[in-house]
């Protein structure tokens, strides 16, 4: 499956944005879904994650009521809705697809199978 991100931008802090990543191939409804970013100088890191169906997700402590991620399988896309913004979200983000019909996700970028080019967010103070 190829991913291909979009909707990063420069936004004030306590703005919004919507990601999106969209997925080629109609086997997107068979895998989990996540999102990662990876600021300048530091690891790559867990946002949030979904699983094939949309039922169950999984978000980083420090995304935790403020973003919110979803998906459309008829779509094949799945979003991440970034609110109250602030200037530590700056990172490209990344969306990543894990084959996973088990109704479960992973928190760990090494168990996802494909991922997307990134898209840069930028959060000014």
């Known amino acids: 499956v190829q991913l291909q991100a979009y909707g990063g931008g420069l936004v004030q802090a306590g703005g919004s944005l919507r990601l999106s990543c969209a997925a080629s191939?109609?086997?997107?409804?068979?895998?989990?879904m996540g999102w990662f970013r990876q600021a300048p100088g530091k690891e790559r890191e867990f946002v949030a994650a979904i699983n094939w169906i949309g039922g169950s997700t999984s978000y980083a402590d420090s995304v935790k009521g403020r973003f919110t991620i979803s998906r459309d399988n008829a779509k094949n896309t799945v979003y991440l809705q970034m609110n109250s913004l602030k200037p530590e979200d700056t990172a490209v983000y990344y969306c990543?697809?894990?084959?996973?019909?088990?109704?479960?996700?992973?928190?760990?970028?090494?168990?996802?199978?494909?991922w997307g080019q990134g898209t840069q967010v930028t959060v000014s103070s």
């Open positions: 990543a697809a894990d084959r996973d019909l088990s109704g479960s996700y992973s928190v760990e970028a090494r168990y996802y199978d494909y």
């Open positions: 191939g109609r086997t997107f409804s068979s895998y989990a």
